[in-house]
């Protein structure tokens, strides 16, 4: 098999290379929408306790779609929990691929959680929105997006199981690298 695919870019892969772009984009789906579900009951416990959670789903509804109903409202956020949720699982779902032999997939779904929390929710929004940063507010702040970021991480490791180790015998012979 290896030398079938050695050092062919994906593109010239034929079959092989569509059915691994295909199942692919089919797992960012998959993953990611089982990861988007994954999150909300947690998020529904600290919004329930009263602490902060999805701030930026708030403002990038009301920065975009203005004043809306509460229906309306309740639409757009769910469409954009799952888009942000299908873009960001394909980069960990590459991550998965690579760091395969070297971390247990839990490891990295928690490494990716915790980074994509600090990078975006905790630094890139608020210097967008020109908010202070959760280290700046308090660990009541910064634990609830935290470890619901650390939920989805574990989320996509845990079911992205089956297409990890269908590919990662391709990625390890050159077929999708």
């Known amino acids: 098999m290896s030398e079938q695919y050695a050092r ?6 034929g079959d092989a290379g569509r059915r691994f ?8 789906f998959r993953s990611g ?13 600290f919004f329930a ?41 394909m980069p960990l779902l590459l991550a998965l691929l690579v760091t395969r032999r070297r971390l247990p997939a839990i490891v990295t779904g928690l490494a990716y959680g915790a980074g994509f929390y600090v990078l975006i929710n905790s630094l890139a929004l608020p210097w967008a929105f020109g908010d ?3 280290w700046q507010m308090g660990v009541k702040v910064i634990y609830p997006s935290l470890i619901i970021h650390l939920i989805y991480g574990i ?7 089956p297409f990890i180790s269908r590919y990662a015998n391709h990625l390890e ?5």
């Open 8 to 13: 062919k870019p994906l593109a010239a892969q």
């Open 21 to 28: 772009v295909t199942d692919f984009i089919r797992e960012v």
């Open 33 to 45: 929408s089982i990861a988007a579900l994954a999150m909300i009951p947690f998020g529904l416990v």
């Open 49 to 89: 306790l009263g602490l902060r959670v999805n701030e930026y789903g708030i403002k990038f509804i009301q920065t975009f779609f203005g004043d809306q109903p509460p229906g309306i409202r309740f639409g757009f956020f769910v469409i954009e929990h799952f888009v942000i949720s299908w873009s960001v699982s």
């Open 132 to 134: 202070p940063t959760p």
């Open 155 to 161: 989320a996509i490791a845990l079911t992205s199981k």
């Open 173 to 177: 012979a050159g077929a999708i690298a």
